[in-house]
């Protein structure tokens, strides 16, 4: 047993909702004694659940990159941009620093959310020893930076309701919006169905 | 043995450890993951309350009032929050409109509401009917309540669309940076910490 004492070792549990400390029970079905909140040990079937909705995610995030999102119309041209060729015009048109921006949040933080949770659950899975404190951090850092990935939705619902002006302007959304959208939901329940305390279970040492 | 109040489990590894008072700017950490166990609440109850009826008076405004305007050869076209809604619902992306529905509308609006009714009652130290399902809501809300993503989305689409048109800001646009700061402002406080500030009321 380790120097500092955990909630499990001593018969104890803390409701996930209210932080209420009580004992803990074998039923399935205990609530919080002060909130009435589910109590678990450990989230119920985290690992699975956190699999099955990354897995939803990623498949959805392809039709969300390939799929254009939103068009521009005008008297002579038709513009269909996706994710990534919006990021590339709005570098073009002059705010580099916003295409960074849109560039994190569309692109660089879904990514990291797959390639973090695949991480974490595989290291789960496999008992891993190694930096519990880095993935307990890379964890948090996920549950952070989730929702701003919506960003780009926001985006396109606006340009769609403020561009408006009948043929000689028009901004519409496409399919892929919807795809995204979806991807950022998904993937925040994913991150919700996740148990960190499982990183620091089943191990030896305590660094 | 200490009761439970006075115990702290770290909500992200499961160490325990026993509460320690805070003093204003301290924060408690895990030291085994380093999560946040605890902050000082800075403000008091009746600061909070009065924050969370300025946001619901801005929030009203952030709905009514146009976002920003843009003008194209003497032609403008304005829109409201409600307005993008309607624009998603009408073009088909209907997900996308109850998406935008639910976490720039629904999720604050009910934050508000439910944090404002539990700190009504928790000024004098009582718990708010329906007290216990209110903050398991408020807890259940949190995540998907997206104002100030929203904010920074604004201003990615002036900014787009700025290169054809005329942007002019309306009302919309201030008051959804003012949420903007009251949520950070809101950031720190754990509505949590009303659970043990307040008392059962006697029946």
Known sequence: ?207 | METAQDLIVCEHCDTVYRREVLTRGQVACCVKCGAVLERHQWIGLDGQFALILAALIVFVIANATPIVSLGLSGMSSATTLWGAVIAMWNDDSQVVSVLTVMTLFFFPLSQILIFGWVLWFARDGRRAPGFARAMVALHYVKPWSMIEVFMLGVLVAVVKASTYFDVIPGAGIWSFAVLTVLITIFASHDPRELWNVTRETPA
Not at chain 1, 49 to 63: G, H, K, Q, S, V
């Open chain 1, 1 to 207: 047993m380790s120097a500092l004492p955990r909630a499990d070792e001593l018969g104890i549990v803390g409701c996930h909702v209210c932080r209420q400390v009580s004992q803990a029970s074998d039923d399935p079905h205990a609530r919080c004694p002060r909130c009435g909140a589910g109590l678990h040990r450990r989230k119920r079937d985290s690992l699975a659940r956190t699999w099955a909705l990354l897995i939803a995610a990623l498949l959805l995030y392809l039709p969300a990159n390939i799929f254009p999102i939103m068009r521009t119309q005008s008297l002579f041209t038709r513009d269909d941009n996706t994710i990534l060729s919006g990021v590339v015009e709005l570098w073009r048109a002059g705010s580099p620093d916003l295409a960074i921006i849109v560039f994190t949040a569309s692109i660089v933080v879904p990514v990291l959310k797959f390639l973090v949770m695949g991480y974490l659950l595989i290291s789960v899975q496999r008992s891993s020893e190694w930096g519990a404190r880095q993935r307990a951090k890379l964890f948090r850092l996920v549950e952070v930076v989730g929702y701003w990935s919506m960003l780009d939705v926001f985006v396109v619902a606006l340009l769609s309701a403020l561009v408006h002006f009948k043929v000689l302007s028009r901004v519409e959304p496409l399919p892929g919006v919807i795809f995204f959208g979806l991807v950022v939901v998904l993937t925040m329940l994913s991150a919700m169905s996740f148990d960190p305390r499982l990183i620091w279970d089943n191990r030896d040492s305590d660094d």
